[in-house]
């Protein structure tokens, strides 16, 4: 994310009693593609693309492992290492060109052919979450890859149900600088109208 110019706010303890709203929803499903990522080096994106209204829910989940240090009979000391994230997008049902962008398949005229040798390219991920309280929090992860999503069909019956797909992804972290993702939120100590409006127009 870019400098906005101002002194950043770097909290080692923080204020007692914080408080924040409660997510009632989720929304502005964004993608961009990762053209660069050399280790020490520095990230280079494509221009970020709204997948509109299409995101009803995500699932977060840590890949971590844990080991415990025990002498004299006790546990003297714990390390924790999170390798990656596992995530699972519910969404609408997905266009075409834009399924053909996330899964590296090709698009004509049209007709979208996935074949044997193609490679899912690596993508910065955006979204953000509403609060009941009208403030908002805002998610990046700067390394994630795609995989082909599950898809099930229906015959039409009495009651209307809809058919949605699940796409899952892993999100990495990125060479250039060991990051994997990035929150910002409203509520936050040192959180400027400007993080928010650049949110979505830059990695």
Known sequence: MAETGTTPVVQ???RSNLVSGQFINIQKFHVAKLLE????????????????KVLRKIDIKPKTSQAELFADGQSIDTATSTASFDLTFDTTALPLEYAAYLFGH??????????KDDVPPYFAVMFQSDKRSGRK???KFYKVQFTEPSETGNTKEESVKYDTPTMTAKAIYRLSDGCSYAKADEEA??????IAAKWFEEV
Not at 106 to 115: F, I, L, P, S, T
Not at 189 to 194: I, M, S, V
């Open 137 to 139: 929090r805002y998610t």
């Open 37 to 52: 990522d050399p280790a020490g080096g520095t990230a280079v994106y494509d221009k970020p693309v709204s997948l509109g």
């Open 189 to 194: 100590e040192g959180f400027t109208a400007d």
């Open 12 to 14: 080692t303890v923080p």
């Open 106 to 115: 090709k698009m004509e005229n049209g007709v979208m052919k996935a074949e």
